[in-house]
Nanobody
Framework: QVQLVESGGGLVQPGGSLRLSCEASGIIFSIYGMNWYRQAPGKQRELVARITHFSSTNYADSVKGRFTISRDNAKNTVYLQMNSLKPEDTAVYYC??????????WGQGTQVTVSS
């Protein structure tokens, strides 16, 4: 059974930092591309950052220079370091593991709220 378990969300003031973690089980983690998406109230889910199985990374323009995605294959975990957080970063953040259309898995999401 595949599980993706996110952690690390919470309430933070503008300008603050959070680190999200997503631990995977039930998959061969090292061959999967790993992605972080987010969905704000009333908005569509959007891709925030991705890291390929060989650790190439891409970011949404809105988070470039502030967010860093990384992975630890030994721990089956992907991370999202979020710095200089803004109120518009408030959303539910989802971890996604993708290998192929039939191997596409999602976590339950973790809430990030940026507010003073």
């Amino acid at each position: 059974q595949v599980q993706l378990v996110e952690s690390g969300g919470g309430l933070v003031q503008p300008g603050g930092s959070l680190r999200l973690s997503c631990e995977a089980s039930g998959i061969i983690f090292s061959i999967y591309g790993m992605n972080w998406y987010r969905q704000a109230p009333g908005k569509q889910r959007e891709l925030v950052a991705r890291i390929t199985h060989f650790s190439s990374t891409n970011y949404a323009d809105s988070v470039k220079g502030r967010f860093t995605i990384s992975r630890d294959n030994a721990k089956n975990t992907v991370y999202l370091q979020m710095n200089s957080l803004k109120p518009e970063d408030t959303a539910v953040y989802y971890c996604n593991a993708y290998y192929a259309a039939t191997n596409d898995y999602w976590g339950q999401g973790t809430q990030v709220t940026v507010s003073s």
